[in-house]
């Protein structure tokens, strides 16, 4: 319904109501009288008039003074302070509207100096918005503070849910690649801290500061192995270790052990540290350390790599295919058909079986029922002792004891890559001495200025890897030398025929059995001594 439809006029004996339309309502008359400040009136002759469509002026109510009220405004600033708001009790029509100057005063006067909208207040004012508030300022509210927040870059929990996944799709899983444990290098950052933020402070309506909730700080859930760094923003690995969560809180621990067999359920295993696995290692398997590896059962054809020593009680069934190697020493329980390499001793309890094993020192079997070695290489540097050597059977046993063929070999590599290194680095200089000729009567181009840059670098780091080969072949040196010194071979029960030494470089074929044997270099040949000589 159009307001010009409706119309009112104050006249000496009363107020008189005209509605110019058919369809006009009830309820849009009283809003409409409502809204013009007519508060008291007969409702009676309203219905009368919208019932009947009167189109002529009716009288609907006396005259009173007290009933002709001026405008009444409301300013009402809500608890929090972020809002205030005016609400106009329309005046009697004949009276005025309040204008927006009046609405600036009252807000002034109740203090309200901060966020005012302009546009609304002018609205209320413009529109005559009467009966209702009207929200004419916006306060600033307080930005609270963000709680602190770990960030784990290193997730222990995140190998066995990448499995979970890789799981899902058969074709993607190579179950002996997988690890469940998740290894860290001291140094590594395992978790930073995003700190607590204090906030920003607000404005309420009358211009108070309204101060933010501070974010809550928390703490890393670090346990032994691990160190927080000055600023208290970064976690890193003390140690080199496995990392994992228990009781809620991080580890990084020196030591994996693994409670039974290194299988499906647990892959292979390369760790920074020491590792202690309660069963065996089956065949496929790698286990690959920086520290010692205690391994209680039997290898079976798998791969066993330390940088310190290890321990296989149970011993070692190679299946043609089984590795151990260690930079230290190596414990077996026994070994067959299997590989060994130490850069220190091999001692194992019961047999060595048609297997190739090296060690830098010495090795010895000793301590078994069974202390054989039969079939397959045995190389020491220093001494090969056992129960017994060979077998009934005549089994081809080789034994060579003093230089290790691979350390002479080496030295033959390394002597040839001297020399060609060497040469290589008097090519360099001669074409650096050329371009500095050049350079001297000013023909220096840049072609052949590229060209002097390129050789000079290829000259320092052509002499960093004869500097480094040098050092590698004195030290090899110096170890031949030790072992040409010693050797032997001792044997304390029996020495079966097929057993061929070699000692310094010179051979021993045993043709008859020996016993209580031990086997020296003199005189630039093998010499057959007593076991304890």
């Known amino acids: 319904m159009a307001e010009e439809a409706l119309s009112v006029d104050a006249r000496l004996d009363g107020v008189y109501l005209t509605v110019a339309d058919e369809g006009t309502t009830l309820p849009g008359v009283e809003r409409f009288l409502r809204a013009k400040g007519v508060r008291k009136y007969n409702a009676k002759a309203v219905e009368e008039m919208v019932r009947q469509k009167i189109r002529t002026p009716q009288k609907i109510a006396e005259r009173s003074e007290a009933e002709e009220k001026s405008a009444f405004v409301a300013v009402q600033i809500e608890k929090d302070g972020l809002t205030a708001s005016v609400q106009v009790d329309p005046p009697f029509f004949t009276k005025p509207w309040p204008d927006a100057p009046e609405i600036y005063k009252l807000l002034e006067q109740r203090g309200i100096v901060f966020g005012v909208d302009k546009e609304a207040t002018e609205n209320l004012t413009n529109m005559k918005l009467g009966g209702e508030p009207v929200v004419v300022a916006r306060g600033q509210p307080a930005k609270n503070g963000v709680h602190a927040r770990i960030e784990l870059l290193v997730d222990p929990d995140s190998i066995p849910k990448q499995i979970q996944e890789q799981e899902q799709d058969a074709q993607k899983v190579d179950h002996r690649s997988r690890s469940a444990f998740v290894n860290v290098r001291k140094g590594d950052t395992i978790a930073v801290k995003h700190p607590a933020t204090e906030g920003e402070n607000g404005m309420s309506v009358i211009g108070a500061v309204l101060e933010p909730v501070p974010g809550k700080d928390t703490s890393f859930p670090s346990g032994s192995g691990l160190e927080i760094s000055e600023d208290g923003l970064t976690l890193s690995a003390a140690i080199d270790g496995r990392l994992l969560r228990k009781d809620g809180k991080l580890l990084v621990l020196p030591e994996l052990e ?25 065949e496929g398997f790698s286990v690959i350390a920086a520290g010692d590896i205690e391994i209680k059962e039997v290898v079976e054809g798998a791969y066993i790599k330390s940088a310190g020593n290890i321990v296989i009680l149970g011993g070692v069934r190679g299946m043609s295919k089984g590795q151990i190697t260690a930079d230290g020493s190596i414990q077996l329980g026994f070994v067959d058909q299997a590989h060994i390499r130490s850069r220190g001793d091999i001692r194992v309890k019961n047999a060595i079986l048609h297997s190739d094993v090296s060690a830098q020192n010495s090795v010895s079997v000793l301590g078994g029922q069974r202390s054989q070695i039969a079939g397959g290489k045995i190389q020491a540097g220093v001494e090969v002792v056992c129960q017994t050597l060979g077998s009934e059977m005549g089994t081809k046993t080789e034994v060579i004891v003093g230089v290790p063929p691979e350390q002479v070999e080496r030295r033959k590599e390394l002597q040839s890559l001297l020399t060609q290194r060497s040469e290589e680095f008097e090519k360099i200089e001669l074409n650096l001495g050329f371009l500095k000729k050049l350079e001297q009567v000013g023909k220096l181009d840049e072609e052949k200025r590229l060209m002097s840059v390129k050789l000079t670098q290829a000259k320092f780091k052509t002499q960093a890897a004869v500097t480094s080969m040098t050092k590698e072949l004195a030290e090899l040196e110096e170890r031949l030398a030790h072992g040409k010194s010693k050797g032997i071979v001792r044997v304390k029960d029996i020495c079966y025929p097929g057993v061929s030494i070699m000692i310094r470089g010179a051979s021993y074929a045993v043709r008859e059995p020996f016993k209580f044997s031990a086997f020296v270099y003199e005189g630039g040949e093998v010499r057959l001594r007593s076991f304890d000589a």
């Open 258 to 282: 693994v409670p039974g067999d290194v299988d499906f359920s647990v892959g292979n295993i390369d760790f920074t540290g020491s590792v202690k696995i309660r069963g065996g290692v089956r």
